[in-house]
């Protein structure tokens, strides 16, 4: 089973705050990479409060960069960022026995 969540990236001048909302991090969340991985690590546990937007254990979330062409040419930095970023997640939920939990999609 996956989940899709779409991330308008036409106009983005804070990525945090973006996926922050999107995704219902918690008031703590410290707006940086190494809090993003911590938060996206647990989108299968409901119960560690760091995200409203959950799956199945197993489950996929889905990230869909909407205009990702945008983000590319504007802020190639963040795209870079975002992508290994997600990789990181998913390195460290197979090195701790679980499966990979994120998938990238760009869209036009």
């Known amino acids: 089973m996956h ?3 779409r991330i308008d990236c036409s106009n983005v001048t804070d990525l945090h ?3 922050a909302e999107t995704f219902g991090f918690p008031d ?3 707006r940086n990479w190494d809090a993003w991985i911590d938060c996206m690590s647990h989108l299968d546990e409901p ?3 760091l995200s409203t937007v959950h799956v199945e254990k197993g489950g996929i979330v889905v990230i869909q960069l909407e205009q990702a062409e945008a983000l590319k040419r504007n802020r ?3 795209l870079v960022a975002l992508c290994e970023s997600a990789a990181f997640v998913n390195w460290r939920r197979i090195e701790a026995g679980s499966g990979p ?3 990238l999609s760009f869209a036009s």
């Open 3 to 5: 989940r899709l969540v």
């Open 17 to 19: 705050r973006l996926f």
């Open 28 to 30: 703590f969340y410290g």
């Open 47 to 49: 119960d560690a409060g």
């Open 76 to 78: 190639p930095d963040l």
């Open 101 to 103: 939990i994120l998938c």
